[in-house]
């Protein structure tokens, strides 16, 4: 069967993408940047990509005609402007669009939406199942609350919380109660809902055996990792203050930890599981969930982040735009090594950032990251994906990737720290030399003394990382 998977390049939609390539579908992937895409080579013969941006009439025509089911996973957390009004929009030209086609169902994944009094981004999504909800197809909603997976927003804000602070002192949303379930029985009840008559135009709460306060999910959390920690309510802790907690000690967004304090708020808990029965699933504990994610974070094997989303950094663009580095009205950094071995060159360079560090001086560049994070930047705490693999669209620490081709042995970043202009850093292989080259293009004249600020750094910052980088025994 032909399946529309929106949301490709998403946390869900990555992972959900081999489930269904496994079962034998053809999938037609939808993404709004094509550039970012880096599905597994092992299942190109089985997928096609379009374009497609639900607020741009003309990608809407990209759908194709002959797709069977479709998957609904677009989501915005973002608290800029009236987010609500264009999910609404782009449920809409989403349902409008499928009516034009073979489409006998659409599985949307939602939040749990059982409270009367839902936050702002909850409350949307539920606007979003009513109107596509409308549509001329067969609909299935699953809607889940705290998803814990190795890479999940969820799971690393646990993590960050509970291995960076032995004594917490936390706001009282931390007792609001919620129903964890791991992301490998979401992507169970996605796959088994798929074309099952037993689901039709019906909305499921789905989730783990467990109901847990946020408190009591993190100090289970430490229980798992062998940490004493320790964590104190107080009631003063404002919604803003609380934002700024969240942002100050994770790796989150500030608008997505405005986002999150307004969504954890709501108790978010099951009011019936019947679709386990249904669909035969019992999912696994909150703790065995856990136990999953460190697997795969120790065997270095996380498909997906939500790190690797724009919404970690706070905005949205495209890749082509900026992989083309500007020459005019620009200062330039480019300095050349012979390299001693050059596989072994281009495996360091593909191994930067994150753990690892920036092989020189990765004090100057953590300082540089805390100094972006009080000025509302990302900082380092973003880290990567992966430790020795890089793909188009990855985060890595406050840099975007926007070309990394090993073979060629070039990588291209772009800068989404706070800057006064835009930033790219250049690693390139011409023959037996690294070329490391390091631009920035100004914006007015505070752009201009920034540069000149930086620039006495530069000198051994650049030279030191490009010799570790071009010599073995660095």
């Not at 949301?7 to 939609?13: A, E, P, T």
Request: aromatic letters at 10%.
């Amino acid at each position: 069967m032909k399946i529309l998977l929106t949301g490709s390049n998403g946390y869900i939609g990555k992972r959900l993408l081999p489930v269904l390539v496994e079962s034998g579908h053809e999938v037609v992937c939808c993404v709004r940047d094509p550039e970012r895409f880096n599905p597994p080579k092992s299942i190109s013969s089985s997928i096609s990509v379009i374009e497609l941006d639900l607020l741009k009439e003309s990608t809407l025509g990209n759908i194709p005609k002959d797709i069977d089911g479709a998957y609904y996973l677009v989501h915005s957390m973002s608290s800029d402007g009236d987010f609500s009004t264009l999910e609404e929009e782009c449920a809409i030209n989403f349902r409008e669009a499928l009516s034009k086609t073979n489409t006998s169902q659409v599985i949307y994944l939602s939040g749990i939406v059982n409270e009367s009094n839902l936050s702002k981004h909850l409350s949307s999504r539920k606007n979003v199942e009513l109107e596509l909800a409308q549509g001329s197809y067969n609909f299935t909603t699953l809607r889940a609350g705290i998803i814990i997976g190795s890479g999940s927003a969820s799971f690393e804000i646990v993590r960050d919380l509970v291995e960076k602070l032995p004594l917490m002192i936390a706001p009282k949303w931390l007792l609001t109660k919620c129903q964890p379930i791991g992301i490998s029985d979401v992507l169970g009840f996605l796959s088994s809902c798929l074309f099952n008559p037993k689901v039709y135009n019906q909305s499921f709460d789905i989730g783990g055996p467990d109901v847990l306060t946020y408190k009591e999910m993190l100090l289970e959390f430490a229980k798992s990792r062998k940490l004493w920690r320790r964590i104190y309510i107080v009631p003063i802790m404002t919604p803003k203050l609380s934002s700024y907690w969240l942002y100050f000690v994770t790796s989150t967004s500030y608008r997505l930890a405005q986002s999150l304090v307004d969504s954890m708020k709501v108790e978010v808990v099951c009011e019936n599981r019947r679709i386990n029965n249904i669909l035969n699933i019992e999912p696994i504990t909150y703790k065995e969930a856990l136990q999953k994610a460190f697997a795969k974070i120790e065997s270095n094997q996380i498909v997906s982040s939500w790190k690797d989303a724009y919404v970690s950094s706070g905005v949205a663009y495209s890749i082509s735009d900026f992989i083309q580095v500007p020459t005019f009205g620009c200062f330039k950094d480019q300095r050349a090594s012979r390299v001693d071995d050059k596989e072994k060159t281009i495996y360091k360079v593909w191994s930067i950032g994150g753990e690892t560090g920036w092989y020189y001086g990765t004090w100057l560049w953590k300082l540089r990251g805390h100094i972006d994070k009080f000025n509302g930047g990302v900082g380092l705490r973003r880290g990567r994906t992966n430790l020795h693999e890089i793909n188009v669209g990855d985060s890595l620490d406050f840099w975007r990737v926007l070309y990394a081709n090993k073979e060629e042995g070039r990588l291209l970043l772009l800068a989404e720290m706070k800057l006064p202009g835009e930033a790219w850093l250049e690693f390139k292989m011409k023959g037996d030399e690294l070329v490391q080259t390091a631009t920035f293009r100004p914006l007015g004249l505070a752009g201009r003394m920034y540069w000149y600020a930086v620039l006495p750094f530069h000198g051994f910052i650049f030279s030191g990382m490009l010799r570790k980088l071009a010599k073995t025994n660095s």
